[in-house]
């Protein structure tokens, strides 16, 4: 025979797990409509063809700023900007820069989960990294001037793991520095008909800075 205390107890119990149960799916709803609401904001303002899925995906996938000690960097919209070297070009990425100018100060790290399919030395990029992430999307971190210990091609990679030291290589020969400011060049890639196509980071760069992340 069960003890009436113990059944008042069970009860209590319930009810208390059920209320927990319930806050937590209200929480869950407005993570969810918040995310939402910011997705479509974020497709208005890139205007480039990007789809509120697509920015919901990236938003998803992006779980931290490209620059761990992101209080030290500035950014602003330099996508699409012009470009010469290597002959005439879009800029297609975002450059985070160092307030201090220092070449191997701030370490560069991975806004998502996924794997290193690119690693190695770009006459553009210097040393740089790609990785694809589990929806599809390319992250691409330029002009690093070192990379992490073992990072190396294939490699399974998660968010806020680091891929190096930011820098300023690149625009030359393996190993040229010093042709620009300190930076980190940000860029994001879509597959699209069996090519690569650049989207703008900076309104999804500039969401995840104001986060807490």
């Given amino acids: 025979m069960i003890d009436s205390s113990a059944v008042v107890h069970i009860k209590r119990s319930f009810t ?11 929480i869950c709803q407005r993570h969810l409509e918040m995310m939402l609401s910011t997705s479509l904001s974020i497709k208005k303002q890139m205007q480039d063809g990007c789809s509120g899925r697509e920015v919901y995906d990236l ?3 992006m779980r931290c700023f490209p620059v761990e000690e992101k209080d030290a960097c500035d950014f602003e919209n330099g996508y699409g900007d012009g470009r010469t070297y290597g002959g005439e070009r879009t800029h297609e990425g975002i450059d985070v820069m160092s307030r201090s100018g220092k070449r191997g100060e701030l370490t560069v790290q991975s806004v998502s989960d996924g794997v290193v399919e690119n690693v190695g030395w770009l006459p553009l990029g210097g040393y740089r990294v790609g990785i694809r992430s589990p929806k599809g ?4 971190y330029a002009h690093l001037e070192k990379y992490d210990p073992g990072l190396k091609k294939g490699q399974k990679v ?3 793991q680091a891929l190096g030291l930011m820098g300023d290589t ?3 020969k393996e190993g040229t520095r010093g042709k620009f400011p300190v930076h980190l060049h940000f860029g994001i890639y879509r597959r699209n008909q069996g090519s690569e196509e650049s989207l703008n980071p ?5 969401t995840i800075f104001r986060s807490h992340i």
């Fill in 59 to 61: 938003l998803r996938e």
């Fill in 16 to 26: 208390v797990a059920l209320l927990v149960l319930v806050m937590l799916a209200a």
């Fill in 137 to 140: 999307y390319y992250f691409y």
């Fill in 170 to 172: 690149g625009y030359g």
């Fill in 202 to 206: 900076y309104y999804l760069l500039k």
């Fill in 158 to 160: 998660y968010a806020g």
